[in-house]
Protein backbone atom coordinates (compact mmCIF):
# COMPACT_ATOMS: atom_id res chain seq x y z
CA UNK A 1 0.00 0.00 0.00
CA UNK A 2 1.46 3.31 -1.15
CA UNK A 3 0.47 6.92 0.85
CA UNK A 4 0.82 10.26 0.79
CA UNK A 5 3.80 11.39 2.12
CA UNK A 6 2.23 14.13 4.33
CA UNK A 7 -0.11 10.87 6.05
CA UNK A 8 3.48 8.95 6.13
CA UNK A 9 4.54 9.28 10.33
CA UNK A 10 8.05 8.87 9.74
CA UNK A 11 9.03 8.54 13.71
CA UNK A 12 6.59 5.63 13.61
CA UNK A 13 8.37 3.96 10.88
CA UNK A 14 11.52 4.41 12.98
CA UNK A 15 10.37 2.66 16.24
CA UNK A 16 9.08 -0.23 14.17
CA UNK A 17 12.48 -0.39 12.49
CA UNK A 18 14.06 -0.61 15.83
CA UNK A 19 11.42 -3.12 17.14
CA UNK A 20 12.32 -5.77 14.13
CA UNK A 21 15.84 -5.36 14.91
CA UNK A 22 15.70 -8.49 17.52
CA UNK A 23 16.12 -11.29 15.89
CA UNK A 24 17.39 -14.84 16.53
CA UNK A 25 20.98 -13.66 15.24
CA UNK A 26 20.29 -10.34 17.84
CA UNK A 27 18.61 -10.68 20.35
CA UNK A 28 20.06 -7.87 22.89
CA UNK A 29 20.97 -5.00 21.37
CA UNK A 30 22.76 -0.98 22.52
CA UNK A 31 21.77 1.75 20.74
CA UNK A 32 24.92 1.38 18.20
CA UNK A 33 24.01 -1.78 16.61
CA UNK A 34 20.12 -0.67 16.59
CA UNK A 35 21.05 2.12 14.81
CA UNK A 36 22.93 -0.22 12.08
CA UNK A 37 20.25 -2.41 11.76
CA UNK A 38 17.60 -0.11 11.62
CA UNK A 39 19.33 2.37 9.16
CA UNK A 40 19.02 5.11 11.82
CA UNK A 41 21.51 7.66 13.96
CA UNK A 42 22.78 6.28 16.97
CA UNK A 43 20.97 9.33 18.73
CA UNK A 44 17.75 8.28 17.25
CA UNK A 45 18.18 4.69 18.10
CA UNK A 46 18.59 5.48 21.80
CA UNK A 47 16.06 7.83 21.91
CA UNK A 48 13.57 4.79 20.19
CA UNK A 49 15.14 2.37 22.40
CA UNK A 50 14.27 4.41 25.41
CA UNK A 51 10.49 5.15 24.46
CA UNK A 52 9.96 1.52 23.87
CA UNK A 53 11.44 0.13 26.96
CA UNK A 54 9.35 2.97 28.94
CA UNK A 55 6.04 1.51 27.08
CA UNK A 56 7.06 -2.36 28.63
CA UNK A 57 7.67 -3.66 24.49
CA UNK A 58 11.86 -3.60 26.16
CA UNK A 59 13.49 -4.77 29.11
CA UNK A 60 17.21 -3.26 29.64
CA UNK A 61 19.99 -3.50 31.77
CA UNK A 62 20.98 0.22 31.26
CA UNK A 63 22.88 -0.43 28.02
CA UNK A 64 21.18 -3.81 26.25
CA UNK A 65 17.56 -4.06 25.24
CA UNK A 66 15.75 -7.11 24.69
CA UNK A 67 12.19 -7.51 23.37
CA UNK A 68 9.82 -7.68 26.48
CA UNK A 69 6.60 -10.55 26.91
CA UNK A 70 4.77 -7.42 26.06
CA UNK A 71 5.61 -7.88 21.64
CA UNK A 72 3.52 -11.10 21.91
CA UNK A 73 0.59 -8.29 22.42
CA UNK A 74 0.69 -8.06 18.57
CA UNK A 75 0.99 -11.54 17.62
CA UNK A 76 -2.16 -12.48 20.01
CA UNK A 77 -4.17 -10.08 18.60
CA UNK A 78 -3.45 -11.34 15.24
CA UNK A 79 -3.57 -14.61 15.84
CA UNK A 80 -6.85 -14.15 17.54
CA UNK A 81 -8.64 -11.99 14.66
CA UNK A 82 -6.72 -12.87 11.77
CA UNK A 83 -9.24 -15.23 9.25
CA UNK A 84 -6.89 -17.69 7.73
CA UNK A 85 -4.97 -19.50 10.95
CA UNK A 86 -8.27 -19.97 12.05
CA UNK A 87 -9.65 -21.67 8.82
CA UNK A 88 -6.24 -23.61 8.49
CA UNK A 89 -5.97 -25.13 11.64
CA UNK A 90 -8.49 -27.51 11.65
CA UNK A 91 -7.00 -29.27 8.68
CA UNK A 92 -3.24 -29.22 9.90
CA UNK A 93 -4.42 -30.70 13.50
CA UNK A 94 -5.82 -33.56 11.04
CA UNK A 95 -3.03 -33.69 8.53
CA UNK A 96 -0.51 -33.97 11.67
CA UNK A 97 -2.39 -36.69 13.17
CA UNK A 98 -2.34 -38.58 10.23
CA UNK A 99 0.83 -38.29 9.00
CA UNK A 100 2.68 -38.54 12.85
CA UNK A 101 4.48 -35.36 11.71
CA UNK A 102 4.40 -31.27 12.18
CA UNK A 103 2.97 -29.51 9.82
CA UNK A 104 2.93 -25.70 8.90
CA UNK A 105 1.37 -23.48 6.94
CA UNK A 106 3.09 -20.04 6.17
CA UNK A 107 2.53 -16.68 4.45
CA UNK A 108 5.54 -14.57 2.61
CA UNK A 109 6.36 -11.26 3.65
CA UNK A 110 9.02 -9.85 1.68
CA UNK A 111 12.31 -11.55 1.49
CA UNK A 112 10.42 -13.96 4.60
CA UNK A 113 7.93 -16.38 5.28
CA UNK A 114 5.95 -16.28 8.65
CA UNK A 115 4.35 -19.42 10.01
CA UNK A 116 0.43 -18.43 10.75
CA UNK A 117 -0.37 -21.96 11.84
CA UNK A 118 1.09 -25.16 12.71
CA UNK A 119 0.25 -28.03 14.22
CA UNK A 120 2.16 -31.18 15.85
CA UNK A 121 5.64 -31.74 17.45
CA UNK A 122 8.82 -34.03 16.37
CA UNK A 123 12.16 -34.10 17.41
CA UNK A 124 12.95 -32.99 14.09
CA UNK A 125 12.02 -29.92 14.51
CA UNK A 126 15.19 -27.30 15.15
CA UNK A 127 15.36 -24.71 16.88
CA UNK A 128 13.09 -21.20 16.07
CA UNK A 129 10.42 -23.39 13.89
CA UNK A 130 7.33 -22.03 16.33
CA UNK A 131 4.44 -20.12 15.26
CA UNK A 132 4.95 -16.55 14.20
CA UNK A 133 8.55 -17.53 13.25
CA UNK A 134 10.39 -15.75 10.34
CA UNK A 135 12.21 -17.32 8.08
CA UNK A 136 14.68 -16.87 5.04
CA UNK A 137 11.64 -17.45 1.76
CA UNK A 138 14.88 -18.82 -0.18
CA UNK A 139 16.02 -21.42 1.80
CA UNK A 140 13.10 -22.70 2.72
CA UNK A 141 10.37 -25.09 0.93
CA UNK A 142 7.32 -22.85 1.81
CA UNK A 143 9.35 -19.75 0.67
CA UNK A 144 10.14 -21.33 -2.76
CA UNK A 145 6.56 -22.26 -3.65
CA UNK A 146 5.41 -18.90 -2.64
CA UNK A 147 7.79 -17.40 -4.76
CA UNK A 148 7.10 -19.95 -7.30
CA UNK A 149 3.40 -18.71 -7.47
CA UNK A 150 4.67 -15.27 -8.35
CA UNK A 151 4.58 -13.77 -12.16
CA UNK A 152 8.05 -13.95 -13.93
CA UNK A 153 7.90 -10.27 -13.70
CA UNK A 154 7.10 -10.47 -10.02
CA UNK A 155 9.65 -12.89 -9.09
CA UNK A 156 12.47 -11.22 -11.26
CA UNK A 157 11.74 -7.73 -9.38
CA UNK A 158 12.23 -10.00 -6.15
CA UNK A 159 15.24 -11.23 -7.46
CA UNK A 160 16.74 -7.62 -7.98
CA UNK A 161 15.87 -6.35 -4.17
CA UNK A 162 15.79 -2.49 -3.44
CA UNK A 163 19.22 -1.99 -4.83
CA UNK A 164 20.80 -1.58 -7.39
CA UNK A 165 22.36 -5.02 -7.46
CA UNK A 166 20.80 -8.58 -7.45
CA UNK A 167 19.31 -9.55 -4.05
CA UNK A 168 22.36 -11.54 -2.15
CA UNK A 169 20.77 -14.81 -0.84
CA UNK A 170 22.40 -15.66 2.68
CA UNK A 171 24.01 -19.02 2.94
CA UNK A 172 22.93 -20.11 6.11
CA UNK A 173 24.15 -23.83 6.14
CA UNK A 174 26.46 -25.12 3.61
CA UNK A 175 23.51 -26.90 1.13
CA UNK A 176 21.94 -23.29 1.41
CA UNK A 177 21.15 -22.30 -2.55
CA UNK A 178 23.17 -19.03 -2.65
CA UNK A 179 23.81 -19.00 -6.56
CA UNK A 180 21.23 -16.53 -8.61
CA UNK A 181 21.33 -18.72 -11.65
CA UNK A 182 21.46 -21.98 -9.60
CA UNK A 183 18.09 -20.64 -7.35
CA UNK A 184 16.35 -19.08 -10.44
CA UNK A 185 16.28 -23.01 -11.65
CA UNK A 186 15.24 -24.14 -8.70
CA UNK A 187 12.04 -21.79 -8.63
CA UNK A 188 11.53 -22.90 -12.36
CA UNK A 189 11.58 -26.29 -11.17
CA UNK A 190 9.20 -25.61 -8.27
CA UNK A 191 6.88 -23.85 -10.92
CA UNK A 192 6.94 -26.76 -13.29
CA UNK A 193 6.52 -29.54 -10.34
CA UNK A 194 3.94 -26.99 -7.85
CA UNK A 195 5.64 -28.74 -4.62
CA UNK A 196 9.33 -28.34 -3.20
CA UNK A 197 11.39 -30.15 -1.30
CA UNK A 198 14.58 -28.69 0.35
CA UNK A 199 17.10 -30.05 2.65
CA UNK A 200 19.14 -28.80 5.49
CA UNK A 201 19.21 -25.24 3.45
CA UNK A 202 17.59 -23.19 6.62
CA UNK A 203 18.94 -25.07 9.42
CA UNK A 204 20.58 -28.36 9.76
CA UNK A 205 18.43 -31.26 10.69
CA UNK A 206 15.30 -29.47 8.97
CA UNK A 207 14.16 -31.37 5.74
CA UNK A 208 10.51 -30.69 4.66
CA UNK A 209 7.76 -30.67 1.48
CA UNK A 210 5.60 -28.14 0.67
CA UNK A 211 2.83 -27.02 -1.28
CA UNK A 212 1.12 -24.05 -2.18
CA UNK A 213 -2.36 -23.38 -0.32
CA UNK A 214 -4.84 -21.83 -3.73
CA UNK A 215 -8.32 -19.81 -3.50
CA UNK A 216 -11.08 -20.87 -5.86
CA UNK A 217 -9.96 -17.99 -8.09
CA UNK A 218 -6.48 -20.04 -8.72
CA UNK A 219 -4.50 -17.43 -6.21
CA UNK A 220 -1.97 -18.60 -3.91
CA UNK A 221 -2.56 -17.21 -0.61
CA UNK A 222 -0.43 -19.43 1.43
CA UNK A 223 1.97 -22.61 1.66
CA UNK A 224 1.82 -25.77 3.78
CA UNK A 225 4.38 -27.80 4.70
CA UNK A 226 5.26 -30.90 6.23
CA UNK A 227 9.21 -31.35 8.22
CA UNK A 228 9.87 -34.68 8.77
CA UNK A 229 13.03 -36.94 8.40
CA UNK A 230 15.05 -37.28 5.35
CA UNK A 231 14.41 -41.29 4.70
CA UNK A 232 10.98 -39.96 4.31
CA UNK A 233 11.49 -37.25 1.96
CA UNK A 234 13.24 -39.57 -0.44
CA UNK A 235 11.43 -39.16 -3.53
CA UNK A 236 9.79 -42.38 -4.10
CA UNK A 237 8.64 -42.39 -0.38
CA UNK A 238 7.95 -38.86 -0.14
CA UNK A 239 5.15 -39.15 -3.76
CA UNK A 240 3.82 -41.95 -2.55
CA UNK A 241 3.20 -41.23 1.31
CA UNK A 242 3.63 -37.09 1.83
CA UNK A 243 2.55 -35.15 -1.32
CA UNK A 244 -0.82 -37.39 -1.47
CA UNK A 245 -1.78 -36.26 1.67
CA UNK A 246 -0.99 -32.51 1.68
CA UNK A 247 -2.20 -32.50 -2.10
CA UNK A 248 -5.36 -33.65 -0.59
CA UNK A 249 -5.65 -31.21 2.53
CA UNK A 250 -4.76 -28.12 -0.21
CA UNK A 251 -7.85 -29.28 -2.35
CA UNK A 252 -10.45 -29.34 1.18
CA UNK A 253 -9.00 -26.23 1.87
CA UNK A 254 -9.62 -24.08 -1.68
CA UNK A 255 -12.85 -23.26 -1.19
CA UNK A 256 -12.45 -21.70 2.22
CA UNK A 257 -9.56 -19.36 1.61
Not at 166 to 188: G, H, M, N, Q, S
Request: with cysteine; aromatic share 6%; proline share 5%.
Amino acid sequence: MTIAKADFIEGMAKGLAVLESFDTERQRLNATLASQRAGITRAAARRHLLTLAHLGYLDTDGSYFWLSPKVLRFSGSYLASARLPRLLQPTLNRLSAQLGEPVSAVVLDGTEVVIVARSGSNEVLAYGLHLGARLPAHATSTGRVLLAAKTRSEFNAWMKGDGPAARALARLTPRTVTEPRAFCAIIDQVRTADWCIAHEEHEIGVHALAVPLRNMQGRTVAAMNVVTSPQRLAPAVAQRELLPALLEAARELRPLL
